[in-house]
């Protein structure tokens, strides 16, 4: 059954891009391979693989570039290009690793099919869509998070270990694509509507990096900047989905008690991103081409040196003020990062070190610190940029704050942690437990509370010491029996 499977996606993949390749020189007289040439090259490629004779696939491969070769030098006057010279080689290939991976050949085969299909619209991007400038733009993206990231080292480093290079690289190129995402968006789909977009999904990677990268952007180009508005608090309505589904995934109790609160700000923060939406004044039209760079090197470098700043600060309060000091340190990295002070926070009440209503409004808290995080950035983007996104933000953080406010005050005002009332319970039941009528048992508890004074006498404590033992031990002998 495995050899009929790996034969015929050998098969298939071959037919299919024999296929297209056939289709696509529909008005050329000449063809170097069609149909049948491609699927008799997958075949091939299967069998040779198969067959236990030592360097069969690489015989085959061989035939089939020479063959490629020669029909290339036929209808290289008609078609100059190689590329079905090329897709003939790798669909043999393909059939060759049909037979040891069926499925990853099928999912291969389907990506080489797509690229030779998406000739037109490929060449269109490369040609006319993308400049020069947006081009070098993505090289250095590449070469950021594809080169430098992975050789940045893993580990805690630093004073007080309170820094980790590979999270603080991963804060730069999260800046950095926020603002490449932007710059594309705009200017494919407008300022109006494309950044807001862009803004909206950019902030599940970092509401804050989205907002620096979005107040860079208006700094810079010196544009109208309601749709800006839009991007920087619909980044913000991220950060509150993402702390839902965090409080959600690790304590449904703290859920019950966040959830309307946060559910109102989002609606909130929404309204406010809609209002700035329809009063833009851009059209709904492609943004101008620009030659100035999407990457600003030096906000995301900045970015990552004051969250660095902000994680040696917390580090220092753990480390001088102990663990009575976690939850400052919890609030106080919210500045940073809001998801993962939720996510300790509510980790504490399900491990029962922590209140619901306590936890509730430390989220709050954490909350509100990473609101006045966002709106510290915002001012980078002019007065009128900051203006509009503290507007934005100040609505939501109050009407949260009001909202979790009477979820707190309709809560018993009894409601006790679970240890709290499991030892509560466990007093009751001990006080409630009747007492034993032997009198003996009265006598014990009479001379050990005497040998405990006796030992706490220092001017006769052999002397009471003795006594005690020699008075109690019957009385204990007698207890025991």
């Not at 391979?33 to 693989?49: H, P, S, V, W, Y």
């Amino acid at each position: 059954m495995s050899s009929l499977l790996s034969f015929s996606v050998a098969l298939g993949v071959g037919l299919a891009i024999g296929l297209e390749r056939e289709r696509s020189h529909a008005d050329s007289a000449e063809l170097p391979a069609g149909m049948r040439t491609f699927a008799i090259g997958a075949l091939a490629g299967a069998i040779a693989a198969s067959l236990p004779i030592p360097f069969a696939v690489p015989t085959v491969l061989l035939t089939v570039a020479v063959l490629a070769a020669v029909g290339y030098h036929h209808s290289a006057n008609v078609d100059p290009g190689v590329t079905t010279e090329f897709a003939l080689v790798a669909t043999t290939l393909l059939g060759a690793y049909a037979v040891s991976e069926p499925e990853m050949t099928a999912g291969l085969g389907t990506v080489l099919l797509v690229l030779l299909y998406a000739k037109a619209g490929l060449h269109r991007f490369a040609r006319t869509v993308i400049t020069q400038r947006e081009l070098a733009d993505l090289l250095i993206l590449a070469v950021a998070a594809l080169l430098i990231w992975p050789a940045v080292p893993d580990r805690n480093l630093g004073p007080l270990n309170a820094w980790n290079p590979h999270t603080l690289w991963l804060v730069v190129l999260l800046v950095m694509l926020t603002g490449n995402t932007g710059h594309f968006a705009a200017r494919w789909f407008g300022e109006r509507i494309g950044l807001p977009l862009a803004g909206l999904f950019s902030g599940f990677a970092s509401s804050v990096a989205t907002i620096t990268a979005v107040a860079a952007r208006v700094r810079r180009d010196h544009r109208p900047v309601d749709g800006a508005v839009a991007a920087a608090l619909l980044s913000n309505v991220a950060t509150l989905v993402q702390m839902l589904l965090l409080i959600a995934a690790i304590n449904i109790d703290l859920l019950r008690v966040l959830a309307a609160p946060l559910a109102v700000g989002m609606i909130a923060t929404v309204a406010w991103s809609a209002l700035w939406i329809w009063r833009a004044n851009e059209p709904l039209q492609e943004a101008p081409e620009s030659s100035v760079s999407s990457i600003n090197w030096r906000v995301a470098i900045g970015f990552a040196l004051w969250t660095a700043a902000l994680l040696l600060a917390a580090a220092a309060a753990r480390t001088w003020f102990g663990t009575a000091a976690v939850v400052a340190v919890t609030v106080f990295g919210a500045f940073a990062d809001v998801h993962a002070a939720t996510a300790s926070i509510a980790t504490q009440v399900a491990s029962h070190t922590l209140q619901t209503p306590t936890a509730g409004a430390l989220v709050m808290l954490a909350l509100t610190a990473n609101t006045f995080s966002k709106i510290v950035v915002a001012i980078s983007g002019g007065r009128a940029f900051a203006g509009k996104v503290t507007a934005g933000l100040l609505t939501m953080l109050l009407s949260s704050w009001a909202v979790f406010a009477l979820v707190a005050w309709s809560m018993p005002p009894n409601a006790q942690h679970p240890i709290e009332r499991a030892h509560a319970d466990q007093a009751g039941h001990q006080r409630d437990q009747p007492q034993p009528a032997n009198p003996c048992w009265h006598l014990a508890k009479k001379c050990q509370q005497d040998h405990r004074d006796a030992d706490q006498d220092a001017d006769g404590a052999v002397r009471g010491s003795n006594i005690v033992k020699h008075d109690s031990a019957p009385e204990e002998r007698w207890v025991n029996t």
